[in-house]
């Protein structure tokens, strides 16, 4: 039996996730991995084909659909979009489509069992049971130390992707796959969470600082020679930012950095992206991260439909503010995401006015990001959904 995955450079985590946890319970299915279509076509002529794929991807990865249909491929689906829509994924032409958490429902169909949509959504996964990346294949990635996020805000699809309920990988189980990546060459430690602060907490939220203190230090402890934490590829979200944490981070990480979630500097617009802070919680955690001789790395996204000038004006002042003190700025344009409560509301825009403000930032170093790409994303995002509604 051969599984094939199409990975891109967008879903190279999951893939990685994906087959790890295969090969760690299955030994009869050979596991191919295609950066191309052609890398499929000339792999086999049989076998199932499997696609983790975003919105975004959606013209392209109809277009080999439908080449692969007609060469007689079985076709899986995951991912975000396929969670979204999974009937939309259905007529498209994929023969199965797995939600939500993919681990356990792949093996399922892999030993057999059949379904139009396997749902990953209401039946989760515990992280511990499968592996973060599989050293016999040799695939690796930063690990995912936590899955969940209770907030489900409004332009974002981590709610619904990866559930409501916060699952944490046990501290044993990180350290066990750092000394097993050790052994072939892998010294830097890098994580995958939507609140590196919120790592064994109940909620998602408050600081397990005797927890992640104990990551951090038995890290260290096997000889780990970088630890990245709160750092890219994750953040932290700005009410769980406080004195105690940060005096532990800064005993064990490489990172002079620290990613903040804040999204908008105007109160009224966190409250319509139900982000549950304000904007005082982001200053409060950009000043006690500089005080701990860290450099805030602040995340903000621009054009939502529903902004008004004032809304706008607010965050610019925020974003000088933030600069003044030191911090750097990470910009974003809003994209109308399959799933989330604003896929509707239209598409990203942000008047000559903002952009010149914004490119003015960034030719000074004071702000990075592809908002200018995300503009256009957004746009042709939002007309392929209204299309294709769920």
């Known amino acids: 039996m051969k599984l094939i995955f199409r990975q891109t450079k967008f879903n190279r985590y999951s893939i990685t996730a994906l087959l790890s946890a295969v090969a760690s319970k299955i030994d009869f299915v050979e596991i191919v991995v295609a950066e191309k279509i052609e890398e499929i076509l000339n792999a086999t002529d049989e076998g199932f084909v499997a696609y983790s794929f975003m919105s975004f991807d959606l013209p392209w990865v109809s277009q080999e659909i439908k080449l692969l249909k007609s060469k007689g491929y079985t076709l899986l689906a995951g991912g975000p979009h396929a969670t979204a829509r999974p009937n939309e994924c259905l007529k498209l032409g994929f023969d199965h489509v797995f939600t939500g958490d993919g681990e356990e429902n792949l093996i399922?169909?892999?030993?057999?069992?059949?379904?139009?949509?396997?749902?990953?959504?209401?039946?989760?996964?515990?992280?511990?049971?499968?592996?973060?990346?599989?050293?016999?294949?040799?695939?690796?990635?930063?690990?995912?130390?936590?899955?969940g996020c209770p907030f489900n805000c409004g332009y974002c699809e981590t709610s619904l992707v990866a559930g409501r309920t916060v699952r944490h990988r046990s501290v044993e189980q990180i350290v066990y796959y750092c000394q097993l990546g050790m052994k072939k060459g892998r010294y830097v430690a890098r994580f995958i969470t939507p609140n590196a602060f919120g790592y064994g907490s109940k909620d998602g939220v408050t600081p397990n600082v005797e927890t992640i203190e104990s990551l951090l230090f038995n890290l260290r402890k096997i000889g780990m020679r970088e630890v990245y934490f709160g750092t890219f590829p994750s953040d932290v979200r700005p009410e769980s930012v406080n004195d105690e944490i940060m005096n532990v981070v800064k005993k064990y990480v490489d990172n002079r950095s620290i990613i903040v979630g804040a999204q908008s500097g105007s109160d009224r617009i966190l409250r319509l992206l139900n982000r549950g802070h304000t904007k005082d919680d982001v200053l409060?955690?950009?000043?006690?991260?500089?005080?701990h001789g860290f450099v805030p790395h602040i995340d903000l996204i621009f054009g939502f439909p529903f902004e008004t000038d004032e809304d706008r004006e607010e965050t610019v002042q925020f974003m000088e503010k933030l600069v003044q003190m030191g911090c750097k700025i990470h910009a974003h344009s809003f994209l109308p995401l399959p799933g989330t409560s604003l896929e509707s509301v239209g598409s990203a825009h942000l008047p000559d006015w903002l952009k010149k403000k914004l490119s003015k930032f960034a030719s000074e170093g004071k702000l990075n990001g592809y908002w200018q790409k995300q503009e256009y994303m957004s746009r042709s995002l939002f007309s392929e959904m209204s299309h294709n509604p769920s």
């Open 108 to 147: 399922k169909f892999l030993m057999g069992e059949r379904r139009p949509i396997f749902d990953g959504i209401n039946n989760r996964v515990d992280l511990n049971e499968y592996p973060p990346f599989s050293v016999e294949l040799a695939r690796f990635m930063p690990i995912e130390i936590t899955r």
């Open 284 to 291: 409060n955690a950009a000043e006690t991260i500089l005080n």
